[in-house]
């Protein structure tokens, strides 16, 4: 409860401004200090709001249990804006090894904090505590890496930065309607069909959500900089633009239709038969992640070229078009029929995407843009059937053997097939991963 408050409110620690630097090419020192100690003001404010809000956030969720560790895990906003900027700054800068150096180290801080504090039967705090240590270790490293290339001056001057509190401000509403367009069904369902229903849900939308949300957020945190940095050249932004799109096909396309097949027995294995009603769910939800994640470049791409705006007004839109569509889903069809309007909805919109934003931002591109997603299909068309040949003929071995055979096979096929239809792409996806060139 108190990680999904704090989600919310992280939406609005910095106002977007991190966006607005990244995409200025030569923000000055004044303007940098100024957005550092407005960063600072930010997260004192989102500090207090937490705290004041917290015996009415108790009520919400009817649990008492809540107060302390909703009131300890706000001090992130006091701690986070110390390294904020910093890491913005080494963003910009294409300094992918040293952030990732930073990141990783406050995530291994924080496993082994939470984990010493749980073995010492510290319960829930340990994690929370983790959390914290995560924020100090990585705020630390940070203002370590970047201090000999820049550090704050004492100025302040709210007026020099306009420009970029109005680009934040979009960016902000956009991440704002972002979340509500994920989270949207688990509200309606929730609140409609009730708390057991929720869970199978929830389950599901974990299980299809999670694995891609491993390399996704790396691609997106490479092409914003770059794309800012190359938005003159219009023709440079388009082949960097479906270069990132047949990366994240390549594997996404398969790990999702791969999940689609083999959920029935994930489930079972991992959670046990009597969250088997959360398999049909968890199939539909693969393809909806599928394309959420493939549209996901989207975003760097409006915000490379500084069309914060036009990243708002298309969140707001779909988010407006989402609620009616979910509750008639929920009305027709229950949790599944909320799945199946959610993936209806989201071809609806990577159609409409594509006319309204990429075409606007890179010109006439269809062929090139479908194309891109051609050999990765193949691969995952291939990926799904080889394990779902593998559920036919593995149905007489324990559910752990079959879950282990149709990963076996699942990584063979892949690793084979990409070899044989995606060849160039390996090497271009590791460079790219590697130095964002």
Not at 30 to 50: A, K, P, R
Not at 199 to 212: D, I, Q, R, V
Not at 313 to 322: F, G, R
Not at 363 to 379: H, K, M, Q, T
Request: one cysteine or more; aromatic letters at 12%; charged letters at 10%.
């Amino acid at each position: 409860m108190a990680t999904v408050v704090i989600g919310f409110a992280q939406l609005f620690t910095d106002f977007g401004v991190s966006g607005a630097i990244i995409h200025r090419r030569d923000p000055t020192k004044e303007e940098l200090s100024t957005l550092y100690w407005l960063s600072m003001l930010f997260g004192i404010s989102i500090f207090l709001l937490v705290e004041l809000c917290t015996p009415l956030l108790v009520q919400l969720f009817r649990e008492p249990a809540l107060t302390g560790p909703l009131r300890l895990i706000g001090l992130v906003f006091l701690i986070s804006p110390f390294g904020q900027q910093h890491q913005v700054l080494l963003q910009k800068a294409l300094r992918f090894r040293a952030l990732s150096i930073c990141i990783s180290a406050g995530y291994i801080a924080n496993a082994i904090v939470a984990i010493w504090l749980a073995i010492l039967g510290f319960g829930v705090y340990g994690l929370v505590v983790g959390q914290l240590v995560n924020a100090v270790v990585r705020a630390v490293m940070l203002m370590g890496a970047q201090w000999g290339h820049w550090k704050p001056m004492w100025h302040f001057d709210v007026k020099s930065v306009s420009g970029y509190l109005s680009f934040g401000l979009y960016q902000t509403g956009d991440r704002a309607a972002n979340f509500f367009n994920v989270y949207l069904a688990h509200a309606l369902i929730g609140s409609l069909l009730g708390a057991r229903v929720l869970g199978y849900y929830t389950l599901a939308f974990e299980l299809a959500y999670k694995p891609l949300d491993v390399i996704t957020p790396i691609i997106s945190r490479v092409a914003f900089p770059i794309f800012a940095i190359a938005r003159d050249d219009r023709s440079r932004v388009r082949r960097g633009y479906m270069r990132i799109l047949r990366v994240l096909s390549a594997v996404n396309m398969p790990l999702s239709l791969g999940l689609a097949v083999a959920a029935p027995v994930a489930v079972n294995v991992l959670y046990g038969e009597q969250w088997s009603a959360a398999v049909p769910l968890a199939q539909v939800l693969a393809i909806v992640a599928l394309l959420r994640s493939s549209g996901t470049p989207v975003g760097s791409l409006l915000l490379g070229f500084g069309r914060a705006d036009l990243g708002f007004y298309w969140s707001a839109t779909k988010m407006l078009l989402q609620l009616p569509g979910i509750y008639v889903g929920i009305r027709f069809g229950g949790a599944f029929g909320a799945a199946l309007a959610f993936l209806l909805l989201q071809i609806v919109f990577s159609i409409v995407a594509y006319a309204f934003l990429i075409r606007r931002l890179l010109g006439p591109c269809g062929r090139e843009y479908i194309l891109s997603f051609i050999p990765s299909l193949v691969v995952a068309f291939g990926v799904a059937g080889l394990v779902y040949v593998t559920a036919l003929l593995g149905a007489d071995l324990s559910p752990i053997s079959l879950l282990v055979a149709e990963m076996g096979v699942g990584l063979v096929a892949y690793v084979g097939l990409q070899f044989a239809f995606n060849r160039p792409l390996i090497s271009d996806s590791l460079r790219l991963l590697r130095d964002g060139r």
